[in-house]
């Protein structure tokens, strides 16, 4: 389902004028959000790959071979990779949105299939980043809001975020926005020389029929 720009800039006005009303903001967001296309693909995996090199500055290790292999490692998104995947989302009629600042990209959102399993398609794992020199200036609640507000013209019942155990951001984010853990798979993430926790937080939605 393709969101129309007339529906997504509904969609952030209703957003912003929650987070004023419910005093998360001061004042409205001044982030336009829309639909990722091939040609965002620069710009998605240059806020990966800043959150990815930030996260190992300030661990203060190199991700590499403490293991014996090579799986372990946390990659940095190529372009052309990240142009498939943006691809791979409108096949599977997947959302995916950048959100800027006048001509500049501050962030992305994904909805992200969860267990491609049998009955489990109105479950969505979301997957949030920011730019590295907008981060705390409200990208990622903006973001998010809008995707709570959106989730049920999707028809999902239920959203995910699969955290990091020591990613207290992301916690916060999450949790501020009703998510509960559902669940923690111990030692299931290994990067930057260390085993972590995989945290599941979730919160229903109320799906349109």
């Not at 500049?104 to 949030?128: H, K, N, Q």
């Not at 155990?165 to 853990?181: I, K, Q, W, Y």
């Amino acid at each position: 389902m393709a969101i129309m720009s007339a529906e997504m800039e509904q969609l952030v006005e209703q957003a912003a004028r929650r987070l004023v009303r419910t005093g998360a903001v001061a004042e409205p967001a001044r982030y336009a959000i829309r639909e990722a296309t091939p040609d965002d693909a620069h710009s998605v995996a240059r806020i990966y790959n800043d959150s990815v090199e930030l996260t190992q500055h300030a661990i203060g290790v190199c991700d590499n071979a403490k293991r014996s292999h090579d799986r372990s490692r946390v990659h940095l998104m190529s372009v052309e990779s990240t142009r498939e995947w943006i691809a791979k989302h409108a096949m599977f009629g997947r959302q995916l949105w950048m959100a800027s600042s006048g001509t500049r990209a501050v962030g992305w959102l994904s909805f992200m299939g969860f267990a491609d399993r049998p009955g489990m398609a109105y479950t969505s794992e979301l997957a949030i980043y920011v730019a590295a020199d907008a981060r705390a200036t409200g990208v990622g609640t903006h973001l998010l809001t809008t995707a709570l507000q959106f989730a049920p013209r999707l028809g999902l019942d239920c959203l995910l975020a699969m955290v990091w155990s020591d990613n207290e951001a992301s916690h916060h984010l999450f949790r501020r926005h009703g998510f509960v853990p559902w669940g923690r798979m111990p030692g299931t993430v290994w990067a930057y020389g260390a085993s972590r926790d995989m945290l599941v937080l979730g919160r229903r939605v109320a799906a349109q029929a």
